[in-house]
């Protein structure tokens, strides 16, 4: 009995500290880091920087809780020589939670709005981390004419969810939703468990975002669309597009036979690469300068 009340008011002093700094922290949130544009009724941040013949477009992972820091240890190794666009979906970083259905086909319709009234034109070279490669296969099945090639960041495929645990991975998204509420999500967000290459405002930044947006409900709804998509996905032919695919160990992640389902997908495909990373499932923050040097070349061919 005694350690339910210590567990109930150490949770009680945690909630009230959270909701103190999120107050403290309001401020920071005042000035998107991208342009924000109106798409169906809300606003969707989108982030550009460099320029350069080809257009980088980086598409975050489920859960990303800051995409443009996320992604800011790789692409500025990258911005002297390419233009670069970071979007960040409905639900992530500084665009709005409009807790509506998130099928994938939704998701690529705003994606595309977004860039076409904030006049970023195609071809693009998608950089999909996790669940995003699912997003981008389906753009370069629908619209080829927009897709130079994919570079995969530990990128989920089709077949990732064939033997998929979705009730654990809800349950813990679940889990995980309360815990922001609860304020116990901000010490998972500790400085060092940050990109290294962000400063220390930068980390206060993408603290104070996750504490108001991490695992929420367009996240978990779109987890829900993962099987609509697969389908979707199986039933079109697959894009033959130039393709580089780094990967993890798999230790971090999920899916099924990570590593070997790279090399099958790409068996097949006229120009496709896998490159294998000795870290974790965000490897744009572990190893992106390998990465960016791998990008210079594959796109310079």
């Given at each position: 009995?005694?350690l339910v009340?210590?567990?109930?008011v150490?949770?009680?002093?945690?909630?009230?500290?959270?909701?103190?700094?999120?107050?403290?922290?309001?401020?920071l949130?005042?000035?998107p880091?991208?342009?924000?544009?109106?798409?169906?009724?809300?606003?969707?941040?989108?982030?550009?920087?460099g320029?350069?013949?080809?257009?980088?477009?980086?598409?975050?992972?489920?859960?990303t809780?800051?995409?443009?820091l996320?992604?800011k240890s790789l692409?500025?190794?990258?911005?002297?020589?390419?233009?670069?666009?970071v979007?960040?979906?409905?639900g992530?970083g500084?665009?709005?939670?409009?807790?509506?259905?998130?099928?994938f086909?939704?998701?690529?319709?705003?994606?595309r709005e977004?860039?076409?009234k904030?006049?970023?034109?195609?071809?693009?070279v998608?950089?999909?981390?996790s669940?995003?490669?699912?997003?981008?296969?389906?753009?370069?099945?629908?619209?080829p004419d927009?897709v130079?090639?994919?570079?995969?960041?530990?990128?989920v495929?089709?077949r990732?969810y064939d033997?998929?645990?979705?009730?654990g991975?809800?349950r813990?998204?679940?889990?995980a939703?309360?815990?922001?509420k609860?304020g116990?999500?901000r010490?998972?967000?500790?400085?060092?468990?940050l990109?290294?290459?962000?400063?220390?405002?930068?980390?206060?930044?993408?603290?104070?975002?996750a504490?108001?947006?991490a695992?929420?409900i367009?996240?978990?709804?779109?987890g829900?669309?993962?099987?609509?998509?697969?389908?979707?996905?199986d039933?079109?032919?697959?894009?033959?597009?130039?393709?580089i695919?780094f990967?993890s160990?798999?230790?971090?992640?999920?899916?099924?036979?990570?590593?070997?389902?790279?090399y099958?997908?790409?068996?097949?495909?006229?120009d496709?690469?896998?490159?294998?990373?000795?870290?974790?499932?965000y490897?744009h923050?572990f190893?992106?300068?390998?990465?960016?040097?791998?990008?210079?070349e594959?796109?310079?061919?």
């Open positions: 009995m005694t009340i210590v567990l109930a150490s949770l009680f002093v945690i909630y009230v500290y959270n909701r103190i700094k999120m107050k403290q922290e309001e401020p949130l005042e000035n880091l991208g342009q924000m544009i109106e798409v169906d009724g809300h606003m969707m941040c989108v982030y550009e920087e320029e350069g013949e080809h257009t980088l477009l980086f598409l975050s992972g489920s859960g809780a800051a995409p443009i996320d992604f692409y500025t190794l990258l911005k002297d020589d390419y233009h670069i666009v979007i960040e979906k409905f992530y500084f665009s709005d939670v409009v807790d509506d259905e998130r099928s086909d939704t998701i690529l319709r705003q994606d977004a860039l076409e904030a006049g970023i034109n195609g071809p693009f998608l950089c999909p981390h669940m995003s490669g699912l997003e981008s296969i389906m753009w370069a099945q629908d619209y927009e130079e090639a994919i570079i995969g960041l530990d990128m495929l089709p990732t033997d998929f645990d979705f009730d991975v809800f813990y998204e679940k889990l939703s309360l815990a922001r609860m116990v999500v010490f998972y967000y500790s400085d060092r468990y990109p290294s290459a962000l400063s220390k405002e930068e980390k206060k930044l993408y603290r104070a975002i504490c108001q947006k695992v929420n367009d996240i978990i709804n779109e829900l669309s993962i099987t609509e998509a697969v389908s979707r996905i039933g079109k032919p697959k894009p033959d597009v130039p393709m695919m990967i160990d798999g230790k971090e992640v999920k899916g099924t036979h990570w590593v070997e389902n790279h099958d997908y790409a068996s097949d495909l006229t496709a690469k896998v490159v294998e990373l000795d870290c974790g499932h490897v923050n190893m992106q300068n390998r990465i960016a040097e791998e990008i210079r594959f796109i310079g061919k």
